[in-house]
């Protein structure tokens, strides 16, 4: 049997099912091999929006086969849906990770703060995107922008309506030059109807908010990547209500900067910023230069991040464990089988 010929192409969506691939300018409805599926420990090595993959063209070119997933050089990764410890990956290779908040209802700092924290994990940059700048209260603008700003330190804080105009400008300008992002936010924060507005037409479904707590239907129910007139690319994904952190290698410390220089004062190097003497994060609260619900955030995250990471060493070691034992019997199979064919 002759080999097959292997291309490169872009994974631009996915289905329960099946992916939509970009190969030479067009779209190709994908699956995977059996070999993939059967050899994949856990999602993660499978394709997601993003992913650059070997594929093979089938049915005269009209149809693709993936074989494998080529190198990541970016990877959002957010807590799986059912509770386990595997992550699920949102998108791959991305420059920028937008974080989509409205200034109605929609508006929660720590959400905002969870997202950002799995940003900065993934490699990428995150920019936080403030949307309905029209529905947000005069009054309360300034001082929503300045908590935004001061749960973001690092991350560009941008506040636009996508209705008017106002402010798309600028995030058409951190797509400058064909990068490629991605959009997370939960329902409601105004993440599809902000694509149409790059896009400059109905490229993603937008749905009705409840007026009573700005909350929206799932109106984008797959992951798919949209070309956009100004040269950039954009991952639209699900609303989501909770956003788990799978993992915190650098995130958490780079999203909580600002605790981090605090904790540098501290009498003792590992202090748990619990009531510890000597505690300068504790002293900048009573100053008020540090939030009382930024502190909280912070333990929050770390105790889940932690509790993740001791779920996955005790993942490891049963999965070691296994293999060793499957190993000595692998071992007792050939001791025995020799001493059988001995006559012993």
Not at 253 to 274: N, V
Request: aromatic share 4%; hydrophobic share 40%.
């Amino acid at each position: 049997m002759s080999e097959q010929k292997m291309f490169k192409a872009l994974v631009t969506a996915e289905q329960r099912g099946g992916f939509t691939v970009l190969y030479e300018g067009g779209e190709l409805p994908a699956v995977i091999t059996g070999k993939l599926a059967g050899e994949a420990v856990s999602r993660l090595d499978y394709p997601v929006v993003g992913d650059e993959v070997e594929m093979s063209l089938h049915d005269g070119g009209a149809k693709a086969v993936i074989h494998g997933v080529l190198p990541r050089r970016t990877l959002l990764l957010r807590k799986a849906l059912d509770g386990a410890s595997d992550a699920q990956p949102v998108a791959a290779n991305v420059d920028k990770v937008f974080i989509v908040m409205g200034l109605d209802g929609n508006y929660n700092i720590a959400r905002m703060e969870r997202m950002l924290t799995a940003a900065w994990d993934s490699g990428a940059i995150p920019v936080v995107a403030l949307t309905k700048k029209d529905l947000c209260p005069p009054e309360e603008l300034a001082a929503r922008l300045d908590a935004a700003a001061l749960a973001a330190p690092g991350a560009r804080v941008l506040c636009l309506s996508s209705l008017s105009g106002e402010g798309v400008a600028e995030v058409e300008a951190e797509l400058a030059g064909g990068l490629r992002c991605c959009f997370v936010g939960s329902s409601g924060a105004g993440k599809s109807t902000l694509v149409n507005r790059l896009a400059g037409r109905e490229a993603a479904l937008t749905g009705e908010v409840r007026e009573d707590d700005s909350r929206g239907r799932h109106t984008t129910t797959g992951r798919q990547l949209h070309r956009l007139p100004c040269g950039g690319q954009v991952i639209d994904t699900p609303g989501v209500r909770e956003f788990g952190v799978a993992y915190s290698g650098e995130g958490l410390a780079t999203s909580f900067a600002d605790i981090g220089e605090l904790a540098a004062g501290c009498r003792f190097t590992d202090c748990s910023h619990s009531g510890e003497p000597g505690c300068a994060v504790a002293a900048a609260l009573e100053t008020g230069a540090l939030e009382p619900e930024r502190l909280k955030s912070y333990h929050k995250l770390r105790r889940e991040t932690e509790r993740q990471e001791l779920r996955n060493d005790l993942k490891k070691r049963l999965a070691a464990k296994g293999r060793l034992k499957r190993f000595g019997k692998l071992v007792r199979d050939i001791t025995e089988e020799k001493r059988r064919l001995r006559g012993g």
